[in-house]
């Protein structure tokens, strides 16, 4: 059975940094893309940021570009999310995602507070 278990989350203030990591068991994740969203109180589920099975090529979206970094590791199977010059907006729940034969699988999510 596939598991995500994403950490790293925290309290920081606005200008600051946090690296989320997401640990994958269960799957050979090195062949899968994955991908990071972020939920905040009262709004959909919104994609992050991709970075395709080698580690070679990542998307963002705009909210984040110039900031984030996604990377991964295959050799540890974990994703990481350096995120930095944080801001209030950033506040949500991250959540790791991996699509496994048209199945979506998610963690359980890691809070990130951004105090102004």
């Known amino acids: 059975q596939a598991q995500l278990v994403e950490s790293g989350g925290g309290l920081v203030q606005a200008g600051g940094s946090l690296r989320l990591s997401c640990a994958a068991s269960?799957?050979?994740?090195?062949?899968?893309?994955m991908h990071w969203f972020r939920q905040a109180p009262g709004k959909d589920r919104e994609f992050v940021a991709t970075?395709?099975?080698?580690?070679?090529?990542?998307y963002y979206a705009d909210s984040v570009k110039g900031r984030f970094t996604i990377s991964r590791d295959n050799a540890k199977n974990t994703v990481y999310l350096q995120m930095n010059s944080l801001k209030p907006e950033d506040t949500a729940v991250y959540y790791c995602?991996?699509?496994?034969?048209?199945?979506?699988?998610w963690g359980q999510g890691t809070q990130v507070t951004v105090s102004s």
């Open positions: 995602n991996a699509r496994i034969r048209g199945n979506d699988y």
């Open positions: 269960g799957h050979t994740f090195s062949t899968l893309g």
């Open positions: 970075v395709t099975w080698s580690g070679a090529i990542t």
